[in-house]
């Protein structure tokens, strides 16, 4: 997911999915080639960026078991580095909101 991109066309909500074959569709009846699962891969987010000033954003998680988007807190990513998000369980949907860039100073705490 391209958030640089995102920020140049305006976006405030990207949305992330885990892709589930559901019995009675298409994939389901012939299932797409898929890499190997990593189970770890389902607990985080990494997120890094080449804009000139810091990167701040709000962030929601569905866990696999269905039911609200819950806040959880996200860390400001600066300029050229990378931040990961990491949670105890698998992410079944990640929202990606309030896509801000940050100006110079500000402290980088993360929170909800």
Known sequence: MDIAEGLRFGTTHLSAYQLTLEPN??????????????????????????LPQTLK????????????VYATASCPVPPGLTT?????????????????LLPEGTPLTCEK
């Open 25 to 50: 569709t298409a994939f389901y009846r012939k299932p797409p080639q898929l890499p190997e699962h990593d189970a770890c891969a389902d607990m985080q987010l990494a997120v890094s960026h080449s």
């Open 84 to 100: 990961y998000e990491t949670w105890p369980n698998p992410v079944f949907q990640l929202v990606i909101r309030d896509l801000r």
């Open 57 to 68: 954003y709000s962030l929601g998680m569905m866990l696999p078991s269905g039911g609200q």
